[in-house]
């Protein structure tokens, strides 16, 4: 599965790479984040585009993987 | 228009408005400052409200007010004149006249010399186009740019509008639709479609002299303009100040189609989040959507006035603001007190 790193990047571009991971390769992804506003977002693009989102919570980061 | 060699939304994290600082976190920051006070000092930053109104005479008071925030557009021209209508839109929510107004710049040491001829270029159109001048102002270096402006306007002090004043059955009303920041973040990330962003431009770069001019015509109690803290934040502190509760109907509120559909995929500012925190305890959301949730969360740059109207004058006021402001909506009506200082319905 892919992976992305989005940690320290301004909104909305740890959405926007997860969508354009997902362009590449619809089968899923994983994301390295480490805001809560970044995790949100990604959290609501799953919902849009029907992924299923699983999260990973560690110290001030988390992990989301999204597949279909 | 020549294509600006470097994008000026690159240069800075976060755009207009979602860069204030969020409204509880302000709060904590402030809270043990002492304030002194003046007998005359009729509006204070301890009230939350636009700007500081003093009174000089029995018809004279000065209204003060302060905005700045990094590049909220690529083209310079465009950069500063949403600074200054933005900073300009205060004294207008207080019922002012704006009369004279004080650059306050930062640059990078790199920045060309033409681009920031033109973020001035643009602050002084808007301040011309308001009726007033620019007297001065201060630059220092920063390699984030930011720009902005201090503002004083004068007002009758019987006829001042705080964010406080409204009662109970007012109407409330709304002069621009909702979604700038949304539509500002879809920019930054090159998502936003050529129509969206003409809208976007074209909002920012509207002076509330026109809503202002109509409101104080009538039996206005209370205004605010909704600026960084989104409707939510900004009538929460109307509901507040009033200690009564809004009750606003979600299908009656403007909100930028595309705004919506680009906030359900997620493209939303950290403004969101944060604003959300500082008020969403208060809001009671009833069966709103999401993605129109966010919306109503949306830090706008820029956007219309919140307008509290004697019940008797609402349907002519909203009227007339219809015939020259973007969008003028009956957004909702106080009520008493409830549980919840918000309820969307």
């Known amino acids: 599965m892919q992976e992305i790193d989005v940690r320290g990047l301004a909104c909305p571009e740890p959405v926007v790479r997860t969508m354009k991971a997902l362009l590449k390769d619809p089968s899923g992804v994983c994301v390295l984040g480490d805001t809560a506003a970044s995790k949100e977002n990604i959290a609501r693009f799953a919902a849009a585009k029907k992924y299923k989102l699983e999260t990973e919570e560690k110290g001030g980061e988390f992990v989301l993987t999204l597949t279909k | 228009m020549k294509e600006p060699e470097v994008k000026l939304t690159k240069l800075s994290k976060c755009a207009g408005c979602g860069a204030k600082v969020g409204a509880g976190v302000l709060a904590k920051l402030l809270d043990d400052i002492r304030v002194r006070t003046d007998e005359n000092l009729l509006v204070g930053f301890d009230k939350s409200d636009d700007a500081s109104v003093y009174k000089l005479s029995e018809d004279l008071a000065l209204v003060q007010t302060l905005d700045f925030f990094p590049p909220i557009a690529d083209d310079p021209y465009l950069y500063g004149r949403i600074a200054a209508t933005n900073a300009l839109s205060d004294i207008y929510a207080m019922g002012g006249e704006p009369k004279l107004a004080l650059n306050i710049m930062c640059v990078p040491k790199n920045m060309p010399k033409e681009q920031v001829h033109e973020i001035l270029r643009g602050g002084y159109d808007a301040v011309y186009e308001a009726g007033a001048i620019v007297t001065g102002g201060h630059s220092i270096y920063d390699e984030e740019p930011k720009y902005g402006m201090s503002v004083t306007g004068f007002v009758d002090p019987k006829k001042v509008l705080t964010n406080a004043g409204a009662r109970e059955n007012d109407v409330l009303l709304l002069t621009k639709p909702l979604g700038i920041g949304i539509l500002t973040t879809?920019?930054?990330?090159?998502?936003?479609?050529?129509?969206?962003?003409?809208?976007?431009?074209?909002?920012?770069?509207?002076?509330?002299?026109?809503?202002?001019?109509?409101?104080?015509?009538?039996?206005?109690?209370?205004?605010?303009?909704?600026?960084?803290?989104?409707?939510?934040?900004?009538?929460?502190?109307?509901?507040?100040?009033?200690?009564?509760?809004?009750?606003?109907?979600?299908?009656?509120?403007?909100?930028?189609?595309?705004?919506?559909?680009?906030?359900?995929?997620?493209?939303?500012?950290?403004?969101?989040?944060?604003?959300?925190?500082?008020?969403?305890?208060?809001?009671?959301?009833?069966?709103?959507?999401?993605?129109?949730?966010?919306?109503?969360?949306?830090?706008?740059?820029?956007?219309?006035?919140?307008?509290a109207v004697d019940p008797a004058d609402a349907e002519a006021l909203l009227e007339e603001l219809r015939a020259c402001v973007p969008s003028a909506q009956r957004i909702g009506v106080m009520k008493p007190a409830g549980e919840k200082r918000i309820v969307i319905v």
């Not at chain 2, 109690?221 to 909704?226: I, L, Y």
């Not at chain 2, 944060?274 to 109503?296: I, S």
């Open chain 2, 186 to 307: 879809a920019a930054r990330a090159d998502m936003l479609s050529e129509a969206g962003r003409e809208t976007m431009l074209r909002l920012m770069t509207t002076l509330n002299k026109a809503a202002r001019d109509c409101m104080v015509k009538y039996r206005v109690h209370a205004c605010t303009d909704v600026t960084g803290f989104a409707l939510l934040g900004h009538l929460l502190e109307m509901a507040q100040g009033a200690d009564l509760t809004a009750e606003i109907s979600v299908k009656d509120i403007d909100m930028l189609p595309e705004a919506v559909a680009l906030a359900e995929l997620g493209i939303l500012p950290e403004g969101v989040y944060r604003n959300r925190e500082f008020a969403e305890a208060q809001v009671d959301p009833g069966d709103t959507p999401l993605k129109r949730l966010d919306v109503l969360y949306d830090p706008q740059t820029s956007g219309g006035l919140m307008i």
